[in-house]
């Protein structure tokens, strides 16, 4: 991670805000039924999300690595489809 070089990014939903981070790639692995997906990824590591705010996984550099995600709110879940 640069600590040198801190990003601006933005917030989703109504409010954007601008947030200030470090990005760094890190190497993730997922468990999938047995099935192992591994891939190295831009991250943004942050202190500024709001009290109210969560942490997003993005389109680009995580969904692109599986098959079908699919979000059950209600639930509490997300669902993730192997490759």
Do not use: C, W
Not at 26 to 45: R, Y
Not at 58 to 75: I, K, L, M, N, Q
């Amino acid at each position: 991670m640069n600590r040198e070089k801190p990003i601006t990014f933005n917030g989703v939903g109504n409010k954007r805000l601008n947030l200030e981070g470090y990005m760094a790639v890190v190497n993730l692995k997922i468990f999938i039924k047995g099935e192992n997906i591994s891939f190295a990824t831009p991250v943004i590591f942050t202190e500024q999300i709001p009290e109210n705010g969560v942490a997003l996984l993005g389109e680009t550099g995580f969904f692109d690595h599986v098959d079908e995600v699919s979000f059950h709110y209600t639930r509490g879940k997300v669902i993730i489809q192997g490759v």
